[in-house]
């Protein structure tokens, strides 16, 4: 049965206006994990609990109602006072606060943890259990509109009784905390870490290669992809290791790329400032001399020392990336590692404006096209389940990447060429393809993970051996 996208119980124990209402209504749209857990909900009264859960994470200042607070919600408020006077909740808030996503993701993870909770109680409290049923079925009975009413709009019937069995439900869950209450913020601690994981992951799979900009790039990326993301990270062992090699090579990447930067510097004469490190000799010289030091301070200070200028070399202008990546069943074990791989190489991508073209090639071939670097969250999800299997077409391999390159997009593209098997190539073929290498200067990279590179070296510009994709020769992929 498909899930409701659909908010219907607005009620709640906190200081809730119409923006969080509307807001955290568009949020559970937008979310299957939202929607997922609220149709497991434990407690009658859960999909009200789910917007209160996001709202104290969410708002500045959350506040439980003092008073006028609904009977049927009774167990929300008090579940809600559990998580709110814990000790950590404040820690935790400076990573949800008025962060949609954290606050979404987090929201998703301490209901999971409160429906298990509630789950292991009730297999254990036979009468936590009856009065569970109990408000179920009363509640069944009472429309929704009717739901919203006052304690003291109340009136005789079925309302009543709701309220009735209710405080009895609250009742027991009051003491089920008593005798179990440890379990419970551990387990809120264990989803606030959780929480804290899947975000880390989301940043390496979208968020981008700059260092500390990780969260900013994210932003940047629809709040729905980021929440589609983020439900299948939480949900799938793969994805979860697909990012945790994304994040280990794009901080490899961002090594080598601030490596190239540094290299391409090169001094083209002298202008006036006052770094330091780009100060002329002569400047440091006036420095030195207590006679002229005083004057050196004073220009220094107004940013009117002579120093070096330094530009970047021109021949830093990098085309697209094609990204021949073998899928053959040989292949598989190593394929969560290959598709943090192909992240990282996006992330550069994306940072430096850069086409980039995946060629996955067994006996098959599938392509994907990612425009300036960017993936969306179809795109991210496509990517990480395709898994060709098969044999291995070398030759199915390069004459698409020759036919990506002759789309204009991909002139100059740099290829990189990675697999671990061998393969023939007619003679006929291999000469129309370096023919066709010299036309259009492209150059190969070939990464061989295997000992046999006979064919690889007849159509590349350089082999490197590597063992896997964490080889550190893997890493000159990055340099490009």
Avoid at 73 to 79: F, G, H, V
Avoid at 87 to 111: G, M, P, Q, S
Avoid at 185 to 192: G, K, R, T, Y
Wanted: glycine share 6%.
């Amino acid at each position: 049965m498909k899930r409701s996208k659909i908010i219907r119980d607005h009620r709640s124990v906190l200081n809730t206006d119409a923006f969080d209402k509307r807001r955290f209504k568009e949020l559970f749209e937008m979310s299957d994990g939202l929607q997922k857990v609220c149709e497991e909900g434990q407690l009658p009264t859960t999909e009200a609990l789910l917007g209160d859960v996001w709202a104290a994470l969410y708002k500045m200042k959350p506040r439980i109602l003092l008073e006028r607070i609904n009977s049927a919600l009774k167990p929300n408020k008090t579940i809600i006072e559990k998580l709110m006077k814990d000790e950590h909740f404040e820690e935790y808030r400076n990573f949800t606060r008025l962060d949609d996503l954290a606050a979404t993701v987090c929201t998703i993870k301490l209901i999971e943890k409160v429906n298990l909770w509630l789950a292991e109680a009730k297999a254990m409290d036979e009468e936590l259990l009856k009065k569970m049923e109990a408000v179920e079925a009363l509640q069944d009975d009472v429309p929704v509109e009717q739901l919203n009413r006052q304690q003291d709009e109340i009136e005789d019937g079925p309302v009543q009784e709701l309220a009735d069995a209710s405080d009895k439900l609250n009742e027991q869950l009051e003491f089920t905390f008593e005798t179990n209450g440890e379990r419970f913020l551990q387990a809120i601690d264990e989803a606030v870490e959780e929480s804290i994981k899947v975000k880390d992951s989301l940043i390496s799979l979208m968020g981008g290669s700059s260092a500390g900009k990780g969260d900013a790039e994210l932003k940047k990326v629809p709040l729905r992809d980021q929440l589609a993301v983020a439900d299948q990270v939480a949900m799938d062992p793969k994805m979860q290791e697909i990012a945790e090699w994304a994040g280990r090579f794009q901080e490899v990447a961002r090594e080598k790329q601030k490596t190239n930067y540094v290299e391409a510097i090169e001094r083209r004469g002298v202008t006036i400032g006052n770094e330091m490190e780009r100060l002329l000799p002569m400047e440091l010289g006036l420095y030195s001399n207590d006679s002229t030091k005083k004057d050196f301070l004073r220009r220094f200070a107004e940013g009117n020392t002579m120093q070096f200028e330094q530009k970047k070399r021109e021949n830093l202008g990098k085309g697209p990336i094609i990204f021949c990546l073998d899928q053959s069943g040989s292949m598989k074990l190593l394929d969560n590692q290959s598709k943090g791989f192909i992240l990282a190489l996006l992330s550069i991508a994306k940072k430096q404006s850069r086409d980039l073209c995946v060629l996955l090639f067994s006996t098959t071939i599938q392509k994907e096209v990612f425009t300036k670097g960017k993936i969306t969250s179809n795109e991210l999800a496509r990517l990480a389940r395709t898994f060709l299997g098969g044999g291995t077409d070398f030759t199915l391999s390069l004459q698409a990447a020759l036919e990506v390159i002759e789309d204009s997009t991909f002139r100059h593209a740099d290829v990189i060429f990675v697999s671990d098997g061998e393969d023939e190539i007619s003679e006929s073929f291999l000469i129309e393809f370096n023919e066709k290498k010299k036309q259009k200067e492209f150059n190969v990279l070939t990464l061989a993970i295997g000992k046999d590179t006979v064919v690889a070296e007849s159509f590349s510009d350089r082999v490197l051996h590597i063992t896997d994709f964490d080889d550190e020769g893997s890493f000159i992929a990055f340099e490009i």
